[in-house]
């Protein structure tokens, strides 16, 4: 069984750097074509790609927000962590972490976390 | 970049009824789109992939068509359960989502 929860601050003040933590279980970065992603939805508005690790390690970014994103993993400890600098109101949102799977072209959001919401407000 | 439009914004359908939602990629993404369902309070869920292919467990009444630039997500006749929020999908790019809400 496939579980991803995410983890850290509810509330950020602005210019802060926002650091959150997904664990994940029933599945391991060991297997070829595994990839965790960021995605976030603002209250009441649509979900926004934030960022994708992969199981080579390799990273990939909105492009509107690279500048300030970060994306890593600990394969040893089934965690994925995204730190994201310079926080703003604007990006009071949902931030979910989402498990994805490449096989040839195919890759759709299969198993996402509960989302966890953070507010940037000081 | 690839932008997916959404249409119609709200659609207000009854219980039995059939529900037409559209996608329109602004370049060609072949048959690689996905469909999400999102209810109030949860996370989204995927329904369709690869325009046609349902996940585990979603039920018959949901189908997938279109290729190219053009899908459909057709809900053949509505539950109650089925009112929601749902997204298309390629790739990082999601769509801007289509509320389905009763009549």
């Known amino acids: 069984q496939v579980t991803l929860r995410e983890s850290g601050p509810a509330l950020v003040k602005p210019t802060q750097t926002l650091t959150l933590t997904c664990t994940f279980s029933?599945?391991?970065?060991?297997?070829?074509?595994?990839?965790v992603s960021w995605i976030r939805q603002p209250p009441g508005k649509a979900l926004e790609w934030l960022a994708l690790i992969d199981w080579e390690d390799d990273k990939y970014y909105s492009t509107s927000l690279k500048t300030r994103l970060s994306i890593s993993k600990d394969t040893s400890k089934n965690q994925v962590v995204l730190t994201m600098t310079d926080m703003d109101s604007v990006d009071t949102a949902t931030y979910y972490c989402?498990?994805?799977?490449?096989?040839?072209?195919?890759?759709?959001?299969?198993?996402w976390g509960q989302g966890t919401l953070v507010t940037v407000s000081s | 970049e690839i932008v997916l439009t959404q249409s119609p914004a709200t659609l207000s359908l009854s219980p039995g009824e059939r529900a037409t939602l559209s996608c329109r990629a602004s370049?060609?993404?072949?048959?690689?789109l996905a469909w999400y369902q999102q209810k109030p309070g949860q996370a989204p869920k995927v329904l369709i992939y690869d325009t046609i292919n349902r996940a585990t467990g979603i039920p018959v009444r949901f189908s997938g068509s279109g290729s190219g630039t053009d899908f459909t997500l057709t809900i053949s006749s509505l539950e109650p359960e089925d009112f929601a929020v749902y997204y298309c999908q390629h790739r990082s790019t999601f769509g801007q989502g289509t509320r389905l809400e009763i009549k």
């Open positions: 370049q060609s993404v072949s048959k690689y």
């Open positions: 989402v498990r994805s799977q490449i096989t040839g072209s195919t890759e759709f959001f299969d198993h």
């Open positions: 029933g599945f391991s970065f060991t297997t070829p074509g595994m990839c």
